[in-house]
């Protein structure tokens, strides 16, 4: 007895083949269809291609001409443009040139006048200074050349300490304790202090008892009261501007308006 399964594997099978058959059929039938159009379309151009009509010789010459005259035309349109912007870049060179010295002629012309200006004015500048800086120096030389001081001596600390004086001495010491009140003098520019109080007591009548030692000169006693009469420690010192310096009076360099003082002490 036949397997159905069997028989519908086959019956299929067959159908398949039926259908690629066709297929192959109708595939063949296309290919014939296009080869056949595409012969037909080439046998349609081919009287079209020869019956197109001849172009004649003069017709050619003359498009030739009026190529070649239109060429012409073009260059010449493109020469002339080029000329008259070459015109037009020369004319504004120069006119840039031409404004360029006019500028520097100014600038020149100018500056000029400013550093003539500035001369003018350094000049009377330097006249204006010359007389006062000739006068401030005429004026300062005869400035150095002499200077003024005060001088004064004093002895005040011996009216506390009478009983300390030296026996004999009591007459010489003033009831206000002052020897010589403030003098102005006038001494030679770079003078000393002992300059200044020898002349000052020769002015006023004042005794001076002054003293060589290592250290320079220094004043060992004023109308008749010296060092040591009102004590082992007594004597007499000098300040300048209210400070005691630390050189010998004749050491000491005097400036302009200085205020010199002797004091004794005890």
């Not at 002499?146 to 004086?165: F, P, Q």
């Amino acid at each position: 007895m036949p397997n159905p399964s069997y028989e519908r594997r086959r019956n299929a099978n067959k159908m398949k083949n039926k259908i690629n058959r066709f297929c192959l059929c109708l595939i063949s039938a296309l290919l014939c269809l296009c080869l056949l159009g595409g012969c037909a379309s080439g046998f349609e151009e081919a009287p079209r291609v020869s019956t197109t009509a001849p172009v004649s010789q003069d017709q050619d010459e003359s498009a030739m001409t009026e190529k070649e005259a239109k060429e012409k035309e073009t260059v010449k349109a493109k020469e002339q443009s080029s000329t008259s912007k070459a015109q037009s870049t020369a004319e504004k060179s120069y006119e840039a040139s031409v404004a360029y010295k006019k500028a520097t002629a100014k600038a020149s012309t100018t500056s000029a006048k400013k550093k003539t200006a500035t001369a003018k004015k350094a000049s009377s500048q330097k006249e204006k200074t010359t007389a006062p800086s000739y006068a401030k120096a005429t004026t300062a030389a005869s400035e150095e050349e002499y200077i003024s001081c005060t001088v004064e001596i004093e002895c005040k600390s011996i009216l506390g300490n009478m009983d300390s004086l030296k026996k004999g001495h009591e007459a010489y010491v003033p009831s206000d304790g002052v020897i010589m009140s403030r003098v102005s003098v006038t001494v030679k520019n770079k003078s000393s202090v002992y300059d200044a109080v020898m002349l000052a007591c020769e002015k006023q009548g004042v005794s001076v008892n002054s003293v060589n030692s290592a250290y320079g000169k220094y004043i060992a006693g004023f109308n008749n009261i010296d060092e040591k009469d009102c004590g082992a420690q007594s004597g007499w010192m000098y300040t300048v501007n209210g400070a005691y310096p630390s050189k010998s009076c004749d050491k000491y360099i005097l400036k302009n308006h200085d205020s010199i003082a002797f004091t004794y002490t005890c």
